[in-house]
């Protein structure tokens, strides 16, 4: 490990990343830094580009299935306000990319802004939700982005417009940048009608799938064109299947739930038998949206 001895005060080492995703499973990250401010990230991710350090960026661990083995490398998370504050100007709102999203989303409806409350019940950092494209029925976040801050791949700070993202269906060309924070182009409208169309599409998705609470990364597989790949499980029988402490949900087959005692392993298990039933009965190879580390 080279001498980030000036970074110690925002690095801990072995630190369990099931406490960081919502899965709450896999082993541990050898170093795990919370950086104070944007000076610091720079520092740091300077420092991993000359030494060589493997690192990844994590938001709220959403849609990452960690390995039991853990990640030998750093991780960071963008935490405290230096990252999370939420401006509103106008139609425009600043968001950090440590900000969560779903109080950017119920911010914007209070301020009557149109445009969020489409991806209520999308569970998420600012920076997550971008770098995923994270969407659903109603749209995805692509449409409602009109800038974001970054540092590229060579250390630079840039502004990029959304045109040059790279958008696409759960896709960015954002691999190896950290989102320092969006700015979103939303419209006035009436503010009881937000909080109503918030408060449907959350109803609608909670109704047709686990608990935002349950231990999942939501959807595990992509869509394929032109299908659905939770009704591609379902119709290859694989509701209720389980392996270990992992199954296959009964409410919405796209989604695998951690039991108590689950293991990575067990959810990992379960993803190739998945992939083997659909592509035996359909000749569909099912590509993963969760992202394993
Ligand atoms: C119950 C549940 C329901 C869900 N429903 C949906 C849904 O309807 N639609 C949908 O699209 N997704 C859904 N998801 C998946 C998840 O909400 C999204 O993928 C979300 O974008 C993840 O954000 P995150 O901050 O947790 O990212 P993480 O899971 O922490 O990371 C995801 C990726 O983003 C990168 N990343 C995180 N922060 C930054 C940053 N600051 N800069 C650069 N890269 C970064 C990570 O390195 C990783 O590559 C659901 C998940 C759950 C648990």
């Not at 139609?91 to 991806?119: I, M, Q, W, Y």
């Not at 608990?211 to 990364?217: C, D, L, P, T």
């Amino acid at each position: 490990m080279p001498s980030f001895t000036d970074l110690e005060p925002s690095c801990r080492t072995d630190v369990p990343l099931a406490e960081h995703t919502w899965y709450g499973l896999g082993g541990a990250a050898r170093w795990f830094y919370t950086p104070r401010g944007e000076a610091e990230l720079c520092a740091l991710l300077a420092r991993f580009r000359t030494s060589g350090m493997p690192w990844r960026i994590l938001g709220r661990g959403a849609n990452v299935l960690v390995r039991d083995q853990g990640f030998d490398g750093a991780v960071i998370k963008l935490v405290g306000d230096a990252h999370a504050c939420i401006q509103i100007d106008g139609t425009l709102v600043h968001a950090g990319g440590g900000a969560d999203f779903t109080r950017v989303v119920r911010r914007s409806v209070d301020h009557g802004l149109g445009g969020l409350e489409n991806l209520a019940g999308i569970p998420g950092s600012v920076g997550g939700i971008i770098r995923m494209n994270a969407g659903g029925r109603y749209g995805c976040v692509a449409e409602h982005v009109r800038e974001v801050r970054l540092i590229g791949p060579e250390g630079g700070t840039e502004t990029r417009a959304a045109r040059d993202i790279g958008f696409r269906y759960r896709h960015t060309d954002l691999g190896g940048c950290v989102i320092l924070g969006a700015t979103f182009a939303l419209r006035r409208d009436d503010r009881s009608e937000l909080r109503e169309r918030f408060k449907r599409i959350w109803n609608e998705k909670a109704a047709a799938q686990p608990a935002v609470s349950a231990r999942s990364a939501g959807c595990i597989f992509k869509n394929p064109r032109g299908e659905a790949a939770g009704a591609l499980l379902d119709q290859a029988g694989l509701k209720g299947q389980r392996v270990g402490g992992a199954e296959i949900s009964s409410r919405h087959a796209n989604f695998i739930v951690a039991h108590p005692g689950a293991r990575t392993a067990d959810v990992l298990e379960l993803i190739a038998l998945a992939k083997d039933r659909v592509r035996s009965k359909t000749g569909i190879e099912l590509e993963l949206e969760v992202e394993v580390w």
